[in-house]
T-cell receptor, first 115, second 110 residues
Framework: DGGITQSPKYLFRKEGQNVTLSCEQNLNHDAMYWYRQDPGQGLRLIYYSQIVNDFQKGDIAEGYSVSREKKESFPLTVTSAQKNPTAFYLC??????????????FGQGTRLTVV | EDQVTQSPEALRLQEGESSSLNCSYTVSGLRGLFWYRQDPGKGPEFLFTLYSAGEEKEKERLKATLTKKESFLHITAPKPEDSATYLCAVQAPGYSTLTFGKGTMLLVSP
């Protein structure tokens, strides 16, 4: 089945630790995205990548880092510099570019909690 | 700056009671407007894309419409399984990223 796989589903982080969230897609999509969702807030864009080996900051990139070494993978690292990391993290992908059918498809999310 | 406002924040309906959700948007040009459904603890599920004013799309009990300033998601004779948060998002020309509203939480009681 084609889709987007996020892992783990639940993640606990101690103060001062870096953690990495995994996102893999087998849809052959060029573009991938990371969003953060907090209660009562809409999805906010952290980072996005239009093509392999290239990525751009979104609206709330501080305290996060990404890499895009393979088309299928777009891992997100939550660093110790992120002061309030507890949230629901969503990875998405889309065909990208100027083509039609530009809808994004989402994974099932990773819930990160600081303990 | 692109902005998306959804109303109401929450809506409670009886089974069979039709209603509409609103999505007002401000964007410099519109490449596409998207509706998603999100169940608790899950990722958003794509429903519709609308590209131009006057366009309509339907799926089962859901119908999405678009004007130059807003979109409506009409729910006809809802069932309890339609209970979810419905998200609206816009995409500006030249960008593939989406700007989301905060969503409308719909609860349909039997």
């Amino acid at each position: 089945d084609g889709g987007i796989t996020q892992s783990p589903k639940y993640l606990f982080r101690k103060e001062g630790q870096n953690v990495t969230l995994s996102c893999e897609q087998n849809l052959n999509h060029d573009a991938m995205y990371w969003y953060r969702q907090d209660p009562g807030q809409g999805l906010r864009l952290i980072y996005y990548s239009q093509i392999v080996n290239d990525f751009q900051k979104g609206d709330i990139a501080e305290g996060y880092s990404v890499s895009r070494e393979k088309k299928e993978s777009f891992p997100l690292t939550v660093t110790s510099a992120q002061k309030n990391p507890t949230a629901f993290y969503l990875c998405a992908s889309s065909i990208g570019g100027d083509r039609a059918n530009t809808e994004a498809f989402f994974g099932q999310g990773t819930r990160l909690t600081v303990v | 700056e692109d902005q998306v406002t959804q109303s109401p924040e929450a809506l409670r309906l009886q089974e069979g009671e039709s209603s509409s959700l609103n999505c007002s948007y401000t964007v410099s040009g519109l490449r596409g407007l998207f509706w998603y459904r999100q169940d608790p603890g899950k990722g958003p599920e794509f429903l519709f894309t609308l590209y131009s004013a006057g366009e309509e799309k339907e799926k089962e009990r859901l119908k999405a419409t678009l004007t130059k300033k807003e979109s409506f998601l009409h729910i006809t004779a809802p069932k309890p399984e339609d209970s979810a948060t419905y998200l609206c998002a816009v995409q500006a020309p030249g960008y593939s990223t989406l700007t989301f509203g905060k969503g409308t939480m719909l609860l349909v009681s039997p």
